[in-house]
C-alpha cells in the first residue's frame, strides 16, 4: 500500500482557518499554568461565577442519575425541560412560547451557533456591536458570512437604533445583541431594545438575542427579556439562554432557544447531526434549576452586587482609567489609554505587564474589539478583587509616573 504523507501544515477548512482562538480561553490558560506553577495568582479574568451550582440543583441531577435518565434524549431536549423553559418565560416576562418554538441546547454558546449557521450564508452581512463577545463574530465567519461591527464607544456602548438603522445594507441578515453585555457590562434600556427591534422588523432583519446575563443587572437597570415584547416583533428573533452563569453552571453546558419555528427546525437539524442533545441528567437538573425558588440567584446577584460597588469606586481613582458603569454581568471594562507610555503602548501590553510583574490576570480588550480597555471579572472573592486590583493600580501609578 502506498501512504501518502500527511502534508506538514494541515489544510484548515478557509472558514475555520480565519477564525481566531479565543482571546478570554487563552487568559484562562495563562492563569493556569501560573498556578501550576505555584504562583498566587489573582485571576480577574475568568468570565465564570466562583459560586458552586447551588444544592438542590445538584440533588436533581443525582436523582435523575438514579433514575436512569443516562440515555440519548430528543434532540431539542427533554419535554420536561421545555416545559420549564416556556413557564420560566410566562412566569419571568408574560412571554408565550409553544413547544415547536423551543429547543434546549448543550450551553448557551451552542443555542448561538445553531443560529447563526442556520440562517446565515456567504454573502450575508450579520451586525454585531463593539465591544463584542468573542464567539460572535467568529461564528459568523464559520458560517462564511461577514460580520460588520457597529462601533458604540460613542454611544457609552449602549448599542442604539440609530446606530442599527445606519449599519443596515441589502445584504443585512441578522444582527446578534448581548445585554447585559460581556464584556462591557452595559445594559442596552428597555425602550431601546424595543425600537433596535423595529429597525429590524421593518428591514426584515433577524435578530438574536444572547441573554446569557439575563438575571444579572444592577439598579437602577431591571431584568429585561425581548420576549416581553410584542409578537409582531418577535417575529424574527431568536432568544438564546444559558444556565451557566445565572445558576452557577458553566461546566453543565445547559442552555436553550426560543425562536420561531421555522428557525428551530434548522437549528434541531444542525444540533442533531453535531451533538445530538445536551446532557440528559444535566436537563433534569436545569428544569429543577427553572421551577425551583430563585432565591439563590438572588443571593448571587447581591453579592456580586457588593463588589460591583467596591470595583466601580476603586476604578475611579486608579490614574489614567476610566470607566463605563457596569450596569449587568459581572465584568467591568476600563479604558486603560491614559496609562499607555513607551512599551507599555497597547492594553495588550498593559495586560502582559500585569502578569509579569504582579501574576494578575485580566482579559486584554483587544479580543473583544476594543483596544485600549481591559476586561476585569468580578467573578471571584471580594478579598481577591481587592488585591488584585491593589496589583493593577500599581501597574497604572508605574505607567503614568
Ligand atoms: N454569551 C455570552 C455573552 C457569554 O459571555 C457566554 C459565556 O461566557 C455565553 C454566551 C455562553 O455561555 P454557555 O455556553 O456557557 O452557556
Known amino acids: 500500500m502506498m501512504v501518502k504523507p500527511a502534508p506538514s501544515d494541515f489544510p484548515l477548512a478557509p472558514n475555520v482557518a480565519r477564525m481566531r482562538a479565543s482571546a478570554t480561553l487563552a487568559a484562562m490558560q495563562q492563569a493556569l499554568a501560573l498556578k501550576a506553577a505555584g504562583a498566587d495568582v489573582v485571576d480577574l479574568g475568568a468570565g465564570e461565577p466562583d459560586f458552586d451550582t447551588p444544592e438542590h440543583i445538584k440533588q436533581a441531577a443525582l436523582e435523575a442519575l438514579r433514575a436512569g435518565e443516562t440515555k440519548y434524549t430528543a434532540t431539542g431536549g427533554t419535554r420536561e425541560l421545555q416545559q420549564a423553559i416556556i413557564n420560566y418565560y410566562e412566569r419571568e416576562f408574560g412571554a408565550r412560547y409553544d413547544f415547536k418554538e423551543v429547543m434546549a441546547t448543550a450551553g448557551g454558546k451552542q443555542a448561538i451557533f445553531n443560529a447563526v449557521v442556520s440562517l446565515c450564508e456567504p454573502g450575508d452581512e450579520v451586525l454585531v456591536a463593539r465591544p463584542y463577545w468573542v464567539s460572535f463574530p467568529e461564528m459568523v465567519t464559520f ?3 461577514t460580520p460588520v461591527l457597529i462601533d458604540t464607544e460613542a454611544s457609552a456602548f449602549h448599542l442604539t437604533a440609530a446606530e442599527v438603522a ?7 441578515k ?4 448581548n445585554s447585559p453585555s460581556n464584556p462591557s457590562g452595559r445594559v442596552i434600556p428597555p425602550d431601546e431594545f424595543r425600537r433596535i427591534l423595529e429597525v429590524c422588523a421593518e428591514r426584515g432583519i433577524y435578530a438574536i438575542s444572547d441573554e446569557c446575563y439575563l438575571q444579572f443587572v444592577y439598579e437602577p437597570a431591571r431584568v429585561f427579556s425581548v420576549a416581553s415584547l410584542a409578537p409582531e416583533l418577535r417575529a424574527r428573533l431568536c432568544i438564546a439562554g444559558s444556565f451557566s452563569k445565572t445558576y452557577a453552571m458553566t461546566g453543565w453546558r445547559m442552555g436553550y432557544a426560543l425562536a420561531p419555528a421555522a428557525w428551530i427546525v434548522g437549528m434541531l437539524k444542525v444540533q442533531g447531526h453535531s451533538t445530538s ?7 433534569h437538573a436545569a428544569a429543577e434549576a427553572l421551577n425551583a425558588t430563585q432565591a439563590c440567584v438572588a443571593e448571587m446577584l447581591a453579592e456580586y452586587s457588593r463588589r460591583r460597588a467596591w470595583l466601580t469606586n476603586a476604578l475611579a481613582e486608579i490614574p489614567g482609567f476610566s470607566c463605563f458603569e457596569p450596569e449587568g454581568a459581572f465584568y467591568a471594562f476600563p479604558d486603560v489609554r491614559g496609562c499607555l507610555r513607551g512599551e507599555v503602548n497597547s492594553s495588550g501590553a498593559f495586560v502582559e505587564k500585569l502578569l509579569r510583574d504582579e501574576q494578575t490576570v485580566v ?4 479580543g473583544f474589539g476594543a483596544d485600549g480597555f481591559i476586561r476585569i471579572s468580578y467573578a471571584t472573592s471580594l478579598e ?12 497604572a501609578d508605574e505607567c503614568v509616573s
Open 166 to 172: 445606519r449599519a443596515t445594507t441589502t445584504r443585512t
Open 174 to 177: 441578522l444582527i446578534i445583541i
Open 363 to 366: 482579559t486584554d480588550g483587544a
Open 384 to 395: 481577591r478583587l481587592q488585591e488584585g486590583v491593589r496589583r493593577i493600580r500599581r501597574v
Open 277 to 283: 442533545n445536551p446532557n440528559s441528567f444535566a436537563q
Open 143 to 145: 458560517a462564511g458570512a
